[in-house]
Each structure stands twice: as structure tokens, then as C-alpha cells.
């Protein structure tokens, strides 16, 4: 095994002890999206018209991306609260590789959110939503999502390093709180202004939305939307890798001091 390898597993290990060690916070997190699907579904639900559409069908998918999108906010606070505790001066002083910390924190948090995205699944099926297509386009959707999720926590991991600070890494993350509401995860952009509709849809959470609603069979690509909703697999794929590209090589840059 190699060097990369070993040390990352054992970095995603200590992530995944963290977790076990905290099973209350674990739990509160994987019952907010339950929670906001019951709310927006039966709460919004009742007040948002979809001709054609059930809006808690329309609805799952989005919530399943913005809380992949969580993962800006989970990387970048794990990330400043060990650089601002000493924790990451201490792995730096050990011979470990350079990669396997911020890898091994992104992978953990990929278990988890595997673990975690279950319940949502459950409650979505619970509640009316159905997956519509086949079994192998499901599985390319969930596929998309962990990808989604990995990219997203690199980049919170960068910024967790740069922020060195909890504080301000809770502030930042919360911020990020507002992405999905500048997306289709909610509610369609069809009749947004031009300009806000243009920046809706070329916000990564809304070409991966619509990704996994026409995988899951339940809304079709809306017609006359920005390249990345219109192609929305394509679009998922090259924001995915754009964030994975442009951030994991930053973390592992930044965790090294540079």
C-alpha cells in the first residue's frame, strides 16, 4: 500500500472516530434535511403551484444536492477548528504525506454523508417521491451527488485552512446557507427575472439538481435554461471536477504551509 494510501485511511479514520465520539451532533445533522423536506413539503408545498408536478417529488432531489452543498460548510469548519487548535501543526511535523490530511478528511465525510443520505431517501419515499427511471440512472444520480459532496467539502477544507479560524469559518459556512436559495433546488427558475435566472442556473447546485431529477425520472430538463441545465449530467460532471481540479490541489498546497 502505499504511502498516500495508508496515511489517508488512517486520516479518515480519526475523522470517522470523531464522529462516533460526537453522535449527538451526528444525528442533529442528518435530521435537518428531514426536517426542512417535511417543512418545505407540506408547509411551502401547499402554497407552490407546479402544473403537472407533485412539488415534493420536485422537491427531494434539490434537498439531497443542497445538503451535498453542505459539505462547503462541514470541510471549511473541521478544517479551521484543527489548524486553530494545533492539530494541523502537529500532523505537519509528523511524516505524514502532504495529501493524506485534507484527503482523508474529504473521504470520512463521503462515508457519512453515504450513511446520512439513507434517511433523506427514506422519509422522500415516505412522503410520495418515487424514484421514476431506471436502476442504473439512479445509481449514475447518486453517483453524481458523492462526487458533488466531495468537491464541495474540498473546497470548504481550502478555506477552513486559509480561515485558521473557528470563528470565522462558522461565519463563512453559514453564509454559504444561501447558495441553494440561488438555485432550482427549491423551487423552478422558469419564471425568475432574466438576469437572476441566469445566475441560477449557472450556480453547480442547479445543474446537478436537474441531473438527478431526470435521472430519477421525475422532472424532465427545462426548456431554454443556461448550458449546464440544459446538459445537466455534463454540467454536474465539469463543475464536480472543476471544484475537485482547483481545491483539493489548493488544500494540500495550503496544508503544507505554502
Known amino acids: 500500500m502505499s504511502a498516500l494510501a495508508y496515511d489517508g485511511l488512517a486520516m479518515a479514520g480519526r475523522q470517522l472516530r470523531r464522529v462516533r465520539n460526537s453522535p449527538g451532533l451526528a444525528v442533529l445533522t442528518q435530521l435537518m434535511p428531514v426536517n426542512m423536506l417535511l417543512f418545505f413539503g407540506y408547509v411551502f408545498g401547499s402554497a407552490i403551484a407546479m402544473p403537472g408536478r407533485e412539488y415534493r417529488a420536485f422537491l427531494v432531489p434539490g434537498l439531497l444536492v443542497a445538503t451535498a452543498a453542505g459539505g462547503l460548510m462541514t470541510g471549511m469548519f473541521q478544517a479551521a477548528a484543527d489548524t486553530h487548535r ?29 450513511a446520512g443520505t439513507v434517511p433523506l431517501l427514506l422519509v422522500g419515499l ?19 451527488l458523492l462526487l458533488f459532496r466531495f468537491a464541495c467539502t474540498c473546497a470548504g477544507i481550502f478555506l477552513g485552512l486559509l480561515s485558521r479560524s473557528e470563528e470565522a469559518a462558522g461565519q463563512l459556512g453559514a453564509s454559504s446557507f444561501v447558495l441553494p436559495l440561488l438555485s432550482d433546488a427549491y423551487i423552478p427558475t422558469d419564471h425568475l427575472p432574466g438576469w437572476l435566472r441566469t445566475l441560477a442556473e449557472w450556480n453547480p447546485i442547479s445543474a446537478v439538481t ?12 427545462p426548456p431554454g435554461a443556461a448550458w449546464p441545465v440544459a446538459h445537466p449530467v455534463a454540467g454536474s460532471l465539469a463543475w464536480s471536477l472543476l471544484l475537485v481540479a482547483v481545491f483539493l490541489p489548493a488544500a494540500v498546497r495550503r496544508y503544507g504551509g505554502e
Open 210 to 221: 436537474t441531473a438527478l431529477r431526470d435521472l430519477f425520472g421525475n422532472v424532465p430538463v
Open 86 to 114: 494545533g492539530v494541523t501543526d502537529r500532523f505537519r511535523s509528523l511524516p505524514v504525506s502532504r495529501a493524506a490530511v485534507p484527503l482523508g478528511q474529504a473521504v470520512a465525510d463521503l462515508v457519512v454523508t453515504t
Open 126 to 144: 415516505a412522503v410520495g417521491w418515487r424514484i421514476e427511471g431506471s436502476a442504473l440512472a439512479a445509481a449514475g444520480a447518486v453517483g453524481l
